[in-house]
């Protein structure tokens, strides 16, 4: 997997899967049909790493969050086809490493929201922010989860702000030549933020 081609936590195109329109913005606003959200399970795996070209995680990886947390990720689904999707694990330290890239720690309390990844269909419509908005708020009802990190390329450090990240600094983990800000957001009182809808 080519290193230029990472980006961690920017929202990734994905393919168009069979059966979905090609411009849904074209469609009037009744006839969209309605999303799903849930959680992903191992079966998920294959599906949307079939349809998301480039992805950080790779194939097995993906299998192994699935499996051992399936309750830190979370999918939309417009009529039963993935069209966006988080995956996330557990830390135990303050700061992210390079091991933080693929590991999970049971006993941890850090959310570490690896990838975030939306259709290029559906992309400036507001799928990414939504979804995001509904992890945060899964997460928020979770107990042992005390705040959610991720690691993200400086532009997208005024996205992930709106939601309630705080840059922290640049993080230690990188993938090749690339190096990102690391962003921390408390979960205590999330569900009081407003929803930014047209973001």
Not at 164 to 171: A, D, E, I, S
Not at 179 to 197: D, I, V
Request: with cysteine; aromatic share 8%; glycine share 6%.
């Amino acid at each position: 997997m080519s290193t230029q081609t990472i980006q961690y936590m920017k929202p990734v195109a994905l393919r168009l899967p069979p059966g979905i329109p090609e411009s849904p913005s074209r469609q009037r606003r009744h006839t969209l049909p309605a999303n799903e959200f849930r959680c992903l399970t191992p079966e998920d795996a294959a599906a949307f790493i079939s349809v998301s070209g480039v992805c950080p995680l790779q194939l097995d990886q993906v299998q192994h969050f699935l499996t051992v947390c399936p309750e830190l990720s979370l999918g939309c689904f417009v009529e039963g086809r993935l069209v966006a999707f988080i995956i996330g694990s557990l830390w135990d330290k303050e700061r992210l490493t390079q091991e933080s890239l693929t590991l999970h720690r049971p006993m941890g309390r850090t959310a570490h929201l690896h990838l975030l990844a939306v259709h290029r269909t559906f992309r400036q419509l507001g799928k990414g922010s939504t979804l995001l908005w509904r992890y945060l708020h899964h997460l928020d009802g979770q107990p042992a989860v005390r705040r959610a990190v991720l690691m993200c390329e400086d532009p997208l450090v005024p996205f992930y702000q709106r939601f309630g990240f705080h840059p922290v600094g640049p993080c230690a983990a990188t993938v090749g030549s690339l190096t990102f800000t690391e962003m921390q957001c408390s979960l205590r009182g999330h569900a009081s933020l407003r929803r930014n809808s047209d973001s």
